[in-house]
Protein backbone atom coordinates (compact mmCIF):
# COMPACT_ATOMS: atom_id res chain seq x y z
CA UNK A 1 0.00 0.00 0.00
CA UNK A 2 1.95 3.01 -1.31
CA UNK A 3 -0.21 5.78 -0.11
CA UNK A 4 1.59 8.97 -1.59
CA UNK A 5 4.10 9.21 -4.10
CA UNK A 6 5.77 11.57 -5.74
CA UNK A 7 7.90 11.78 -9.14
CA UNK A 8 11.04 12.77 -9.21
CA UNK A 9 12.57 12.83 -5.63
CA UNK A 10 15.34 14.46 -6.95
CA UNK A 11 15.22 17.04 -9.77
CA UNK A 12 17.81 19.77 -11.21
CA UNK A 13 16.37 21.85 -14.13
CA UNK A 14 17.84 25.29 -15.47
CA UNK A 15 16.31 28.75 -15.68
CA UNK A 16 13.12 28.93 -17.65
CA UNK A 17 12.54 25.71 -18.18
CA UNK A 18 8.99 23.74 -17.91
CA UNK A 19 8.90 21.12 -14.99
CA UNK A 20 6.28 19.00 -13.70
CA UNK A 21 6.07 17.10 -10.27
CA UNK A 22 4.09 14.13 -10.19
CA UNK A 23 1.78 13.55 -7.21
CA UNK A 24 -0.36 9.90 -7.10
CA UNK A 25 -2.25 8.37 -4.41
CA UNK A 26 -3.88 4.99 -4.02
CA UNK A 27 -6.26 5.80 -0.93
CA UNK A 28 -9.19 7.90 -3.37
CA UNK A 29 -9.02 11.01 -0.75
CA UNK A 30 -10.90 14.14 -2.20
CA UNK A 31 -8.81 16.87 -0.98
CA UNK A 32 -5.12 17.21 -1.91
CA UNK A 33 -2.42 19.80 -1.95
CA UNK A 34 0.63 21.37 -3.11
CA UNK A 35 3.25 22.31 -0.65
CA UNK A 36 6.27 23.91 -0.99
CA UNK A 37 8.84 24.01 2.45
CA UNK A 38 11.76 26.45 2.48
CA UNK A 39 14.47 27.78 5.62
CA UNK A 40 12.66 30.23 7.75
CA UNK A 41 9.17 29.48 5.86
CA UNK A 42 7.62 26.31 6.84
CA UNK A 43 5.29 24.82 4.88
CA UNK A 44 3.66 26.95 2.42
CA UNK A 45 0.41 26.71 0.05
CA UNK A 46 0.34 26.50 -3.25
CA UNK A 47 -2.34 24.96 -4.46
CA UNK A 48 -5.03 22.21 -3.30
CA UNK A 49 -8.07 20.58 -5.00
CA UNK A 50 -11.22 19.38 -3.16
CA UNK A 51 -12.06 16.92 -6.19
CA UNK A 52 -11.15 16.20 -9.64
CA UNK A 53 -11.19 19.35 -11.77
CA UNK A 54 -11.82 21.46 -8.86
CA UNK A 55 -8.66 23.12 -8.31
CA UNK A 56 -8.03 26.79 -5.80
CA UNK A 57 -4.73 28.63 -5.12
CA UNK A 58 -2.92 28.73 -1.84
CA UNK A 59 -0.95 30.86 -0.32
CA UNK A 60 1.83 31.41 -3.04
CA UNK A 61 0.55 29.96 -6.33
CA UNK A 62 2.71 32.50 -8.86
CA UNK A 63 4.26 30.67 -11.30
CA UNK A 64 2.98 27.43 -10.79
CA UNK A 65 -0.01 25.37 -12.28
CA UNK A 66 -2.24 22.42 -11.39
CA UNK A 67 -4.28 20.21 -12.82
CA UNK A 68 -6.91 17.18 -11.55
CA UNK A 69 -8.38 15.30 -14.13
CA UNK A 70 -8.19 12.36 -11.77
CA UNK A 71 -9.02 11.88 -8.04
CA UNK A 72 -5.83 10.01 -7.61
CA UNK A 73 -3.31 12.17 -9.79
CA UNK A 74 -2.45 15.49 -9.20
CA UNK A 75 0.00 16.99 -10.81
CA UNK A 76 2.18 20.58 -10.43
CA UNK A 77 3.75 22.64 -13.04
CA UNK A 78 6.17 24.78 -12.87
CA UNK A 79 5.65 27.15 -16.39
CA UNK A 80 9.14 28.72 -16.55
CA UNK A 81 11.04 27.65 -13.29
CA UNK A 82 13.34 30.69 -11.94
CA UNK A 83 15.84 30.12 -9.04
CA UNK A 84 13.91 31.34 -6.48
CA UNK A 85 11.60 28.00 -7.16
CA UNK A 86 14.48 25.63 -6.23
CA UNK A 87 12.56 24.24 -2.74
CA UNK A 88 11.28 20.96 -1.31
CA UNK A 89 7.69 20.52 -2.50
CA UNK A 90 5.48 18.16 -0.70
CA UNK A 91 2.25 16.48 -2.05
CA UNK A 92 -0.42 15.67 0.84
CA UNK A 93 -4.25 14.26 1.18
CA UNK A 94 -6.41 14.76 3.44
CA UNK A 95 -8.73 12.13 5.50
CA UNK A 96 -10.92 13.85 8.18
CA UNK A 97 -8.25 16.06 10.35
CA UNK A 98 -5.11 14.23 9.07
CA UNK A 99 -3.01 15.49 6.61
CA UNK A 100 -0.61 12.77 4.78
CA UNK A 101 2.35 13.66 2.73
CA UNK A 102 4.07 11.99 0.16
CA UNK A 103 7.85 11.65 0.39
CA UNK A 104 8.74 15.00 -1.20
CA UNK A 105 10.68 16.28 -4.18
CA UNK A 106 13.97 18.60 -4.15
CA UNK A 107 14.00 20.59 -7.10
CA UNK A 108 17.31 23.05 -7.56
CA UNK A 109 16.62 25.40 -10.18
CA UNK A 110 20.57 26.76 -11.60
CA UNK B 1 3.87 39.05 12.10
CA UNK B 2 3.80 35.48 11.07
CA UNK B 3 0.67 33.39 11.76
CA UNK B 4 2.29 30.32 13.06
CA UNK B 5 5.32 31.01 15.69
CA UNK B 6 7.67 29.06 17.06
CA UNK B 7 10.91 29.26 19.03
CA UNK B 8 13.27 27.24 16.52
CA UNK B 9 15.64 25.81 18.67
CA UNK B 10 17.38 23.37 18.71
CA UNK B 11 16.65 22.30 21.87
CA UNK B 12 19.28 19.94 22.85
CA UNK B 13 18.47 17.78 26.04
CA UNK B 14 19.93 14.49 27.22
CA UNK B 15 17.91 10.64 26.81
CA UNK B 16 15.07 10.99 30.14
CA UNK B 17 14.83 15.03 30.07
CA UNK B 18 11.38 16.62 29.93
CA UNK B 19 11.18 19.23 27.24
CA UNK B 20 7.95 21.19 26.08
CA UNK B 21 7.75 23.15 23.11
CA UNK B 22 5.15 26.53 22.78
CA UNK B 23 3.71 28.03 19.76
CA UNK B 24 1.60 31.22 19.00
CA UNK B 25 -1.17 31.99 16.71
CA UNK B 26 -2.42 34.89 15.05
CA UNK B 27 -5.77 34.13 14.59
CA UNK B 28 -8.03 33.86 17.13
CA UNK B 29 -10.51 32.15 15.17
CA UNK B 30 -8.67 29.12 14.41
CA UNK B 31 -10.25 26.14 15.42
CA UNK B 32 -8.04 23.17 14.88
CA UNK B 33 -4.40 22.92 16.43
CA UNK B 34 -2.09 19.92 15.54
CA UNK B 35 1.65 19.10 16.50
CA UNK B 36 3.36 17.23 13.47
CA UNK B 37 6.58 15.86 13.52
CA UNK B 38 9.19 16.13 10.57
CA UNK B 39 12.32 14.15 10.84
CA UNK B 40 15.25 15.08 8.80
CA UNK B 41 14.99 15.13 5.19
CA UNK B 42 11.43 13.41 5.44
CA UNK B 43 7.97 14.67 5.01
CA UNK B 44 5.85 15.75 7.70
CA UNK B 45 3.67 13.55 10.59
CA UNK B 46 0.55 14.03 12.32
CA UNK B 47 1.91 13.50 15.95
CA UNK B 48 -1.04 14.53 17.65
CA UNK B 49 -4.13 16.88 17.71
CA UNK B 50 -4.55 19.30 20.55
CA UNK B 51 -7.86 19.53 21.69
CA UNK B 52 -8.91 22.57 24.27
CA UNK B 53 -9.70 20.47 27.16
CA UNK B 54 -5.56 19.35 27.04
CA UNK B 55 -4.58 15.90 25.63
CA UNK B 56 -1.87 13.30 26.17
CA UNK B 57 -0.43 10.32 24.22
CA UNK B 58 2.19 8.54 26.25
CA UNK B 59 5.24 10.43 26.93
CA UNK B 60 3.39 13.28 24.92
CA UNK B 61 0.73 15.95 25.93
CA UNK B 62 -0.34 18.77 24.30
CA UNK B 63 -2.18 21.45 25.24
CA UNK B 64 -4.16 24.60 23.80
CA UNK B 65 -4.82 28.09 25.72
CA UNK B 66 -7.32 30.07 23.57
CA UNK B 67 -7.64 33.11 25.48
CA UNK B 68 -3.75 33.61 25.01
CA UNK B 69 -3.76 31.62 21.32
CA UNK B 70 -0.66 29.76 22.94
CA UNK B 71 -0.04 25.62 22.32
CA UNK B 72 2.44 23.56 23.92
CA UNK B 73 3.61 20.39 23.82
CA UNK B 74 5.07 18.36 26.62
CA UNK B 75 7.59 15.61 25.99
CA UNK B 76 8.49 13.45 28.98
CA UNK B 77 11.39 10.81 29.65
CA UNK B 78 13.24 12.11 25.71
CA UNK B 79 14.15 8.95 23.77
CA UNK B 80 17.05 9.33 21.05
CA UNK B 81 14.50 8.76 18.29
CA UNK B 82 12.12 11.93 19.24
CA UNK B 83 15.37 13.99 18.04
CA UNK B 84 12.93 15.26 14.66
CA UNK B 85 11.46 19.14 13.81
CA UNK B 86 8.15 19.49 15.36
CA UNK B 87 5.76 21.55 13.93
CA UNK B 88 3.11 23.23 15.13
CA UNK B 89 -0.13 23.86 12.89
CA UNK B 90 -3.62 25.71 12.96
CA UNK B 91 -6.49 25.47 10.59
CA UNK B 92 -7.98 28.50 8.94
CA UNK B 93 -11.13 29.40 10.16
CA UNK B 94 -14.67 28.73 8.77
CA UNK B 95 -12.55 27.17 5.95
CA UNK B 96 -14.67 23.89 4.74
CA UNK B 97 -11.12 23.33 2.54
CA UNK B 98 -9.22 23.00 5.52
CA UNK B 99 -6.22 24.78 5.10
CA UNK B 100 -3.33 24.32 6.65
CA UNK B 101 -1.05 27.06 8.26
CA UNK B 102 2.19 25.22 9.31
CA UNK B 103 4.90 26.91 11.88
CA UNK B 104 8.81 27.00 11.09
CA UNK B 105 9.21 24.29 13.06
CA UNK B 106 11.09 23.56 16.15
CA UNK B 107 14.20 21.62 16.20
CA UNK B 108 14.59 18.77 18.83
CA UNK B 109 18.35 16.98 19.42
CA UNK B 110 18.58 14.31 21.93
CA UNK B 111 21.46 12.88 23.15
CA UNK B 112 23.17 10.38 24.87
Known amino acids: DAGITQSPRYKITETGRQVTLMCHQT?????MFWYRQDLGHGLRLIYY???????DKGEVPDGYVVSRSKTENFPLTLESATRSQTSVYFCASKLGETQYFGPGTRLLVL | RKEVEQDPGPFNVPEGATVAFNCTYSNSASQSFFWYRQDCRKEPKLLMS???SGNEDGRFTAQLNRASQYISLLIRDSKLSDSATYLCVVNLPRDSSYKLIFGSGTRLLVRP
Open chain 2, 50 to 52: VYS
Open chain 1, 49 to 55: SAAADIT
Open chain 1, 27 to 31: WSHSY
